[in-house]
């Protein structure tokens, strides 16, 4: 989503035309997001206050992913959670149980406002055998002012104290990949991973069986690609510049 479609709550420009061939092709598609703060429904207003509309159930975020993991490995569980709605609903959504009295798990997603105290808990329930989950192991997010921790940062702080490392979902996870797949579906050898960045989208895709494409709205340029022992199918400047090539983008 972010780098790919917005850039800084921007439209992309043609990520609206891009869009709507998809629609007017009935190409499936999900829009993919790391981010686990937001619900789908909150992500949606965000699209449409951009000029994108995208329905909720096109937007898979790495809370759902996690939520659908955790459904299928423990069913009906309990988790005590580091986040916030995005993650908090996707775990009531399944029936899970949050509590801070001896969870099945510690599941860490991103917040605006991470608590010491939320903090210390984690360390200490995963220290006394919570396994440990996490969203996604992003390190930092992007602000107006400048970089931001994010989960992996503080999954780092909780793999010092406790000598644990979490489990990821989200990208570079192919189990992401696999789990969007279901969700419209689709089948890698017919799917096209587009994303911005080289060590999250696109080695996934890669991972998942998927041909893939660099646009480099956002993170990764050009030179950057050289940079890494695995290159994307395709590499364009933009989204906008796979209009009128949906239906095969590497004819």
Same mark, same amino acid.
């Given at each position: ?61 790495? #809370?759902?992913? *996690? !939520?659908?993991? @955790?459904? =299928? ?5 309990? &988790? ?5 709605? %995005? ?30 105290? #939320?903090?210390? *808990? !984690?360390?200490? @329930?995963? =220290? ?5 989950? &996490? ?5 930092? %997010? ?110």
């Amino acid at each position: 989503m972010d780098g790919v479609l917005v850039h800084e709550d921007h439209l992309v420009p043609g990520a609206d035309k891009f869009l709507a061939e998809l629609r007017s092709k009935e190409i499936p598609f999900l829009v993919l997001t790391n981010n686990s703060i937001r619900t789908p429904r909150d992500l949606q207003a965000r699209l449409r206050h951009t000029g994108l509309d995208i329905p909720e159930e096109a937007i898979w975020t790495s #809370a759902l992913a *996690t !939520a659908t993991f @955790l459904n =299928d490995q423990r069913p009906n569980g309990t &988790a005590y959670v580091v986040g916030e709605s %995005g993650l908090t609903t996707a775990l009531h959504e399944i029936g899970y149980v949050l509590t801070d009295s001896d969870p099945d798990y510690v599941v860490l997603g991103e917040t605006r406002t991470y608590s010491f105290e #939320a903090i210390t *808990t !984690a360390i200490r @329930l995963v =220290d006394r055998g919570a396994r440990f989950i &996490a969203t996604n192991p992003d390190a930092t %997010g992007p602000s107006r002012e400048g970089l931001l921790p994010a989960t992996g940062s503080v999954a780092a702080l909780i793999t010092r104290a406790t000598g644990k490392e979490p489990y990821y979902v989200g990208k570079p996870n192919a189990l992401m990949m696999r789990s969007a797949l279901r969700r419209i579906g689709a089948h890698s050898q017919s799917t096209v991973m587009i994303g911005d960045r080289m060590d999250t989208d696109i080695v996934s895709g890669l991972e998942a069986g998927m041909r893939t494409v660099l646009v480099t709205t956002g993170i990764s340029t050009r030179e950057s690609v050289e940079q890494f022992p695995y290159r994307p199918t395709l590499v364009v400047d933009s989204v906008a510049d796979l209009v009128g090539r949906t239906d095969n983008p590497f004819a």
